[in-house]
Protein backbone atom coordinates (compact mmCIF):
# COMPACT_ATOMS: atom_id res chain seq x y z
CA UNK A 1 0.00 0.00 0.00
CA UNK A 2 0.60 3.41 -0.54
CA UNK A 3 -1.02 6.77 0.21
CA UNK A 4 0.23 9.87 -1.91
CA UNK A 5 -0.25 13.64 -0.63
CA UNK A 6 -0.07 16.59 -3.46
CA UNK A 7 0.84 19.98 -2.07
CA UNK A 8 1.37 23.60 -3.56
CA UNK A 9 -1.04 24.52 -5.89
CA UNK A 10 -2.48 27.52 -6.08
CA UNK A 11 -3.62 30.19 -8.04
CA UNK A 12 -0.89 32.13 -10.21
CA UNK A 13 -0.57 34.37 -13.19
CA UNK A 14 0.82 33.65 -16.45
CA UNK A 15 4.07 32.97 -17.07
CA UNK A 16 4.90 32.41 -13.40
CA UNK A 17 6.42 29.02 -12.06
CA UNK A 18 5.00 27.17 -9.59
CA UNK A 19 6.57 23.59 -7.79
CA UNK A 20 4.11 20.38 -7.03
CA UNK A 21 5.29 18.15 -4.33
CA UNK A 22 3.68 14.53 -3.63
CA UNK A 23 4.60 13.19 -0.11
CA UNK A 24 4.21 9.21 0.11
CA UNK A 25 4.41 6.57 2.20
CA UNK A 26 6.24 3.36 2.11
CA UNK A 27 9.37 1.80 2.66
CA UNK A 28 9.87 0.88 -1.33
CA UNK A 29 9.23 4.30 -2.62
CA UNK A 30 12.58 3.96 -4.59
CA UNK A 31 11.27 1.12 -6.70
CA UNK A 32 7.80 2.90 -7.67
CA UNK A 33 7.79 4.66 -10.86
CA UNK A 34 5.15 7.81 -10.38
CA UNK A 35 3.65 9.93 -12.41
CA UNK A 36 1.49 13.30 -12.55
CA UNK A 37 -1.70 14.03 -14.55
CA UNK A 38 -4.06 16.92 -14.33
CA UNK A 39 -8.28 17.59 -15.23
CA UNK A 40 -9.61 20.55 -15.96
CA UNK A 41 -13.46 20.50 -15.61
CA UNK A 42 -15.39 18.74 -17.70
CA UNK A 43 -12.50 17.02 -19.42
CA UNK A 44 -10.74 13.68 -18.85
CA UNK A 45 -7.49 13.19 -16.69
CA UNK A 46 -4.63 13.58 -19.06
CA UNK A 47 -0.99 12.49 -18.51
CA UNK A 48 1.37 15.54 -17.95
CA UNK A 49 4.50 13.62 -16.62
CA UNK A 50 6.69 10.52 -15.15
CA UNK A 51 9.40 9.54 -13.88
CA UNK A 52 10.73 5.80 -13.97
CA UNK A 53 12.72 3.83 -10.66
CA UNK A 54 15.57 4.79 -12.53
CA UNK A 55 14.76 8.20 -13.11
CA UNK A 56 13.81 8.27 -16.71
CA UNK A 57 11.34 10.94 -17.80
CA UNK A 58 8.63 11.37 -19.42
CA UNK A 59 6.75 14.33 -20.53
CA UNK A 60 3.36 15.17 -22.40
CA UNK A 61 4.40 17.05 -25.46
CA UNK A 62 1.87 19.86 -24.06
CA UNK A 63 4.18 20.73 -21.04
CA UNK A 64 7.73 19.74 -22.63
CA UNK A 65 10.62 22.53 -22.09
CA UNK A 66 8.01 23.93 -19.51
CA UNK A 67 7.70 21.47 -16.66
CA UNK A 68 10.76 19.23 -15.38
CA UNK A 69 9.59 15.90 -12.83
CA UNK A 70 12.13 14.95 -10.21
CA UNK A 71 12.22 12.44 -7.63
CA UNK A 72 13.55 12.56 -3.71
CA UNK A 73 13.98 9.07 -2.37
CA UNK A 74 15.48 9.62 0.91
CA UNK A 75 12.52 12.23 0.84
CA UNK A 76 9.77 9.54 -0.59
CA UNK A 77 8.89 12.76 -2.93
CA UNK A 78 8.08 13.68 -6.45
CA UNK A 79 8.29 17.21 -7.45
CA UNK A 80 6.84 18.81 -10.86
CA UNK A 81 8.13 22.15 -11.36
CA UNK A 82 5.97 23.96 -13.53
CA UNK A 83 7.30 27.23 -15.85
CA UNK A 84 6.24 29.73 -17.79
CA UNK A 85 2.88 28.60 -16.88
CA UNK A 86 -0.92 29.45 -19.37
CA UNK A 87 -4.35 29.42 -18.60
CA UNK A 88 -5.06 26.17 -20.27
CA UNK A 89 -2.10 24.26 -17.43
CA UNK A 90 -5.30 25.58 -15.19
CA UNK A 91 -6.36 21.81 -14.12
CA UNK A 92 -6.57 19.58 -10.59
CA UNK A 93 -2.94 17.88 -10.36
CA UNK A 94 -2.79 14.36 -9.50
CA UNK A 95 0.16 12.36 -8.40
CA UNK A 96 0.34 8.89 -8.74
CA UNK A 97 2.25 5.62 -8.35
CA UNK A 98 2.82 2.66 -10.56
CA UNK A 99 3.36 -0.77 -8.67
CA UNK A 100 7.13 -2.06 -8.88
CA UNK A 101 6.71 -4.49 -11.28
CA UNK A 102 4.47 -3.39 -13.83
CA UNK A 103 5.77 -3.04 -17.45
CA UNK A 104 2.52 -1.54 -18.09
CA UNK A 105 3.14 2.58 -20.24
CA UNK A 106 3.29 5.22 -17.52
CA UNK A 107 1.24 7.46 -20.07
CA UNK A 108 -2.09 5.78 -19.43
CA UNK A 109 -3.78 6.76 -15.73
CA UNK A 110 -5.63 3.18 -15.92
CA UNK A 111 -1.84 1.64 -15.40
CA UNK A 112 -0.99 3.33 -11.76
CA UNK A 113 -2.12 2.03 -8.98
CA UNK A 114 -1.97 4.76 -5.99
CA UNK A 115 -3.26 8.02 -6.63
CA UNK A 116 -3.45 11.27 -4.47
CA UNK A 117 -6.01 13.50 -3.55
CA UNK A 118 -5.39 16.09 -6.19
CA UNK A 119 -4.30 20.01 -5.46
CA UNK A 120 -6.04 22.45 -7.56
CA UNK A 121 -3.41 24.85 -9.79
CA UNK A 122 -5.50 27.70 -11.29
CA UNK A 123 -3.55 30.12 -13.89
CA UNK A 124 -4.94 33.59 -14.70
CA UNK A 125 -4.41 35.64 -17.69
Known amino acids: QMQLVESGGGLVQAGDSLRLSCAASGRTFSTYALGWFRQAPGKERDFVAA???????YYADSVKGRFTISRDNVKNTVYLQMTSLKPEDTAVYYCAARDPYSTRTLYYSKNYNYWGQGTQVTVSS
Open 51 to 57: IGGSGTT
